[in-house]
């Protein structure tokens, strides 16, 4: 058993094999290169791909894009328009090869590129963009006041919940995807958009005997996951703005210290005022981990500000996350939208839940001083036909800790010091699993992240390279002196509402782990050996410094809902990496009681009621909340 090196990139020509190559990279887009875009269901490396790119300080976008060629850079126009403000040091882009040769020491970009993310390559982003247009079709009325902003899958603007006097209150939708029916927004360069015209005259078409034929009004826009009774997005634009009579469901619950005040349902603005969607590319809600969403999002939250004024006050909910990442706030696009949020100046919130996985055995937190190891049991499912994934962040100036691995039913692979990196392909041509360990890395600005990646454990094609399922064991050693306190993370990878996609979570396992049920079960006690927590099981979107962060609470006796991180900290005394988050801002409600869990709100279609689960029903809440104090 031995590791093979790393291979040259297909796409970014870089040998990964190479001392310090893999320093300041992204450890997602060296994986993708190690088993050549397959996990992204690609056959062949793609023609560009998407990015999150964070500036130097004191560099602007149009600096960037002075310095580069649109040759091999593509910027959305959005990002030096009007509505981004100035000072701005992140823009998503589309790039090609040649990009890699200019951010080497010497190139024209080195001085000016901090760092970039990979975002999930599929549909238009790898596809050559479209040129740039000064406009396709008129200039969009620019909203003013309030303004609520959505971001999520399945947003059933059609429902009459989110309609005034039968006219659409969304007054732009944006889908991301690149099959569908409107213009292209020319700031955005891909997706389509419809205006609150567009919906209306499609209501007004599909309308018979005095009712609108919701099914035929989204066949018309082709739409066709708003046939589905359940959405995720719609379920949460009702909780942010659909009628005030949805709210009688929350009433009476017993006050909790960290709740804000009770509903004021005769200012409710946000069941009358209009609002901006972007549905989601499908690619990132089949793809749950949203390790890859940062681009989407992102120039999500651009659209949105530029169909605004600025002097609009915008509350922008996105109840979406994923489980690992630094949990400090340094990710690019947490640190994007703290940017945003401050260069706003109080005229942008942004809302996020804290996270659905208190209970799921996917994150371990040891302290290890010189000799000392953990040794984590990391079950791979079977019948998984995803990649899984384990990241094992470490803090600044831990250079002395090693990271071996041992696949289910073989001999462990050699320990792999900081810096260095290798696949396991057991005699094969594709990897099995690999473990990327840069020195540094670009998806979180303190220490650095090992990732450990596997394959799949089952395809239906025999020409897809497998894993076995079981336990990985995974030991973790510090060899050098002083204590070094670490956080594992095991990525998202659920099956979203509605969805088929063979994903199978893999999680922790221990001996010392609590799983009794009994009273007392369900949080951590500083007395307990195990490595595996709840605490610090937070949706790692959620961990910014001004983003704010929503937990949830059960209706019935304002008591904690088991899956959500909660506060105070249960395991607050346990050491920490320096600016680890773990503890929601605020709450909302997500259970009726300890037997019922979850909460109602809108079906798809108009009349439907439907009950939803986790915190992704409590930042809607506090988006409403906000919204109404503007």
């Not at 090609?96 to 190139?107: D, E, M, N, V």
């Not at 035929?216 to 949460?236: C, I, M, P, S, W």
């Not at 390279?465 to 060899?479: D, L, M, Y």
């Amino acid at each position: 058993m031995t590791w093979t090196p790393l291979p040259k990139g297909s796409f970014s020509g870089i040998d990964w094999a190479k001392p310090g190559a893999s320093t300041g990279f992204d450890p997602y887009l060296i994986w993708a290169e190690a088993d050549n875009f397959v996990g992204y269901g690609l056959k062949k490396p793609p023609k560009w791909l998407p990015v999150l790119i964070e500036l130097t300080a004191g560099t602007s976008i149009a600096k960037l894009l002075t310095a580069a060629s649109p040759a091999w850079l593509n910027v959305p126009p959005v990002y030096t328009s009007p509505a981004a403000p100035a000072g701005l040091r992140f823009c998503t882009a589309r790039i090609k090869p040649a990009f890699f040769k200019h951010i080497r020491p010497g190139g024209s970009l080195h001085a000016l590129v901090q760092r970039f993310e990979l975002g999930l390559p599929t549909g238009r982003h790898v596809e050559d963009p479209a040129p740039h247009t000064a406009s396709n079709g008129a200039t969009p009325t620019l909203l003013t006041g309030k303004v609520i902003g959505l971001i999520d899958g399945g947003l059933a603007f059609a429902n009459a919940n989110f309609l005034r006097n039968g006219k659409s209150r969304t007054a732009y939708f944006w889908r991301q995807d690149s099959k569908g029916v409107g213009q292209t927004p020319a700031s955005m360069g891909y997706g389509h958009e419809l205006t609150a015209a567009d919906i209306n005259q499609a209501m007004q078409h599909h309308t018979y005997n005095g009712m609108v034929d919701e099914g035929a009004v989204y066949t018309h826009f082709e739409l066709r996951d708003l046939q589905k009774n359940v959405n995720h997005g719609t379920h949460v634009m009702d909780l942010a703005c659909g009628p005030r009579t949805l709210l009688a469901q929350f009433a009476g619950a017993p006050p909790h210290p960290d709740a804000p005040p009770s509903w004021d349902l005769a200012n409710d603005d946000a069941s009358r005022h209009d609002n901006v969607t972007v549905q989601l590319d499908w690619s990132n809600v089949t793809d749950t981990s949203g390790g890859s969403m940062n681009v989407s999002v992102m120039d999500g939250l651009m659209y949105i500000l530029s169909r605004c004024a600025p002097s609009a006050k915008l509350a922008v909910n996105l109840s979406w996350g994923t489980l690992a990442g630094p949990h400090d706030g340094s990710s690019a696009l947490e640190a994007a939208m703290d940017q945003l949020i401050e260069l706003k100046n109080g005229k942008l919130q942004i809302i996020v839940p804290a996270g659905n996985s208190y209970q799921s055995r996917t994150h371990a937190n040891a302290t290890l001083s010189k000799g000392q190891h953990v040794t984590l049991h990391w079950r791979g499912q079977p019948d998984d036909s995803t990649q899984s994934f384990l990241e094992i962040w470490l803090p600044q100036g831990a250079h002395g800790v090693t990271v071996q691995i041992t696949p289910p039913g073989r001999p462990a692979l050699p320990a792999l010091a900081w810096g260095k990196s290798g696949m396991w392909t057991n005699g094969g041509a594709h990897p099995l699993c690999a473990v990327i360990y840069p020195q540094s890395v670009a998806t979180g600005a303190h220490g650095t992240c090992a990732l450990v990646a596997a394959a799949p454990s089952f395809s239906f094609k025999s020409s897809t390279t497998t894993a076995p399922s079981g336990i990985w064991e995974v030991k973790i050693t510090n060899t050098h002196s002083g204590n070094v306190t670490l956080d594992a993370y095991i990525e998202r990878d659920d099956v979203a509402i509605g969805q088929h996609t063979g994903a199978r979570q893999s999680y922790f396992e221990d001996r010392d782990y609590d799983t009794s049920g009994n009273p007392g079960s369900f949080v951590d006690h500083p007395n307990n050996p195990t490595p595996i927590r709840r605490s610090g099981n937070f949706n790692s979107l959620s961990t910014g410094k001004r983003t704010i962060s929503v937990g949830g609470l059960r209706v019935a006796d304002s008591s904690w809902a088991r899956y959500s991180p909660r506060k105070p900290d249960p395991d607050g005394s346990r050491p920490q990496r320096p600016g680890v988050v773990k503890v929601p801002d605020t709450v909302g409600f997500t259970d009726e009681n300890p037997a019922l869990i979850g909460v109602l709100g809108a079906g798809t279609r108009s009349g439907a009621v439907v009950r939803t689960i986790g915190t992704s029903d409590a930042a809607p809440q506090e988006t409403r909340r906000i919204f109404n104090a503007l």
